[in-house]
């Protein structure tokens, strides 16, 4: 069966991260190694500033920050297949062979951050496009 897969614009790209979607590409697919990147935008916790100072919950202040002035987020992955695959365990943090967690407070930081690994963030696709899925 053949996908057609569509270029999505910025405009749509954000409204669908809006609404919580995920987006991302495979970046390995071979018998020993299956790899991904996937976006998402995160959101800080509605009000939590009005009610949370930095003095109260220092750790969980600078996670709302973070989160509130670099909402975007990449996850960089790969994984052994066979742990991928193996129905009978869940993957340890042995078999990951490769796992990055990037921030962005736009979506130009992001497109840039892709360029400089080869990937246009035009080509980006639905995370159930993505064919380890």
Not at 13 to 36: H, P, V, Y
Not at 109 to 116: D, E, K, P, Q, R
């Amino acid at each position: 069966m053949s996908y057609i897969f569509f270029k999505m614009n910025r405009t749509d790209l954000e409204r669908n991260l809006a609404k919580g979607n995920l987006f991302g590409f495979q970046t390995k697919n071979d018998d020993d190694i299956i790899g991904w990147i996937l976006l998402k935008k995160h959101y800080p916790i509605h009000r939590f500033f009005e009610f949370v100072t930095e003095k109260e919950d220092p750790i969980a202040y600078k996670a709302q920050v973070e989160i509130r002035d670099q909402p975007y987020r990449l996850h960089i992955e790969e994984i052994k297949r066979a742990a991928y695959e193996n129905d009978d365990s869940y993957p340890t943090e042995d078999d990951y062979l490769l796992s990055h967690h990037l921030s962005f407070k736009d979506l130009d930081g992001v497109a840039n951050f892709l360029s400089t690994i080869g990937l246009n963030l035009e080509d980006i696709k639905w995370a159930s496009d993505i064919l380890f899925l």
